[in-house]
């Protein structure tokens, strides 16, 4: 599926001939061990762990689960890796931490419309608080009994959310916005409606019911009709606008939209016991995905095509490449004829991003260009966040049982029923909801804009927001 020749031997010189805190050995040339390199990866993660949560304990809000004040997602992101972190390392450091974010902005109706965040969240934000309970679920996260359990949190996030399903513009599809008051409101983009597919796959998974298995095959047709999914290319457009009926788009390809589109058809790949449909497609995205990993690096470490280049990517951005990596080793897992490119993907650009870890009074601090193997004096939770994601994801190589799959797991302890009127037993979403105000803030995840606002980054105008 993919080819090319390595660079990342380079890395792997320049890593044991400096004194570099994230020294990891992934490849069998570096140590036939394989328990030498399980440990060497945990090792690495687990300093990356202790940095990332570092800023956020640092953080400038006190409230729990935000990381940033205008960022009502970036929470979901750091959880949603810190379990895949504790679940592959063993290392429960920070799982007080994670729940306490988790289970204080799950909102009033236990779907992380949370009251203070929910008059500028966007489709987006919500659901990457459902992708991060769904993960919670899968792996069996500790959950307080006093709580709703994690999949009930999911439902009820995948409940509200296809409410909003609008088939009075462009025959379906899910509005980037929730309120119509909002900058973005017009646009139907790759990241709620691929988001919503990814959640509807999971959640098929994992409680086996149909109606699930049934709106996942919805959203990914609807989008095979508009140019966010195209078919013919296998190629993610970032958004289109109601205005013109869906017809028009924007071209810019960003990691994140592949990770969710390509999980959920992971999922229900699984899910069909391998129908075609869906092996076709998760292999056709998986094959354009290879322009993320340019040969220019070696074609096995990944870039942020858009922005990276020509460094311009804003605090969403960089967080994209953890979501990938992140979303490419659960596809590894789910559906296994993969594994082996994607891994050779892994491990490249885990080793490429170690490379860059050597900024800081310990040392450990890392940049976003992977292929520099230098630090470049930046430093963000963000990058932190990403080069941990890409290091544990390399795990799953050797953990064969880290995603839970019996849909009873998880639910036993902890107390919570669905909510809101799309319910899981039935296909017929509610009419699109509405709403009016006088505050137009943007939504807090950024991550699908407006075909202006990415032509205006691109000129230099902004940084994408």
Partial sequence: MFGGISRTALAVTLLAGSAVAIDVKIRDEQ????????????????TLASSTMSFYSDRDSD??????????????????????YWALTGDDSYNDAVSEGMYWLRGDNDDYMSANYS????????????????MAAEL??????????????????????????????????????IWAYQAGYGFKNAISNGALFELSARLAHYKKNQTYSDWAEKIWDWSATTPLLKEKTWTI???????????????????FNYAVYMSGAAYMYNV?????????????LLNTSQQFFPKKYGTDIMSEIVCEPIKKCDRNQILFKGLFAQGLSLIAQVAPYTEDDIMFLLRGSALGAAATCTGGKKKDLCSMAWYKDEYDGSDSLEQQLSVTSVLVSNLVAFDKESLTTQSTAGNSSASGTTTGSASATSSKPTSTETASGDKDNGAGMLSSGP???????????????
Avoid: H
């Fill in 63 to 84: 409230i729990p689960g935000i990381v940033s004040n205008s960022l009502y997602w970036e929470g979901s992101v750091l959880f949603s890796i810190m379990m895949r």
């Fill in 451 to 465: 075909i202006v606002l990415i032509t205006a980054m691109l000129m230099g105008v902004l940084s994408f927001l």
């Fill in 237 to 255: 457009a970032d958004s289109t606008s109601c205005e013109k009926n869906c017809s028009d788009s924007s071209s810019y390809q960003w990691t």
């Fill in 140 to 177: 069996d996260f500790p959950q307080k009994p006093s709580m709703p359990s994690w999949v009930t949190l999911a439902e009820n996030v995948w409940n509200s959310v296809s409410s909003r399903w609008d088939d009075s513009n462009c025959d379906g599809g899910l509005r980037w916005q």
């Fill in 119 to 134: 008059s500028y969240m966007g489709n987006d934000d919500q659901l990457t608080w459902g992708l991060a309970a769904m």
């Fill in 272 to 284: 069909t016991e391998g129908k075609s449909k869906w092996k076709t497609g998760l292999s056709g």
């Fill in 31 to 46: 140590t036939s061990n394989q328990l030498n390199r399980i440990e060497s990866i945990k090792d690495a993660a687990k």
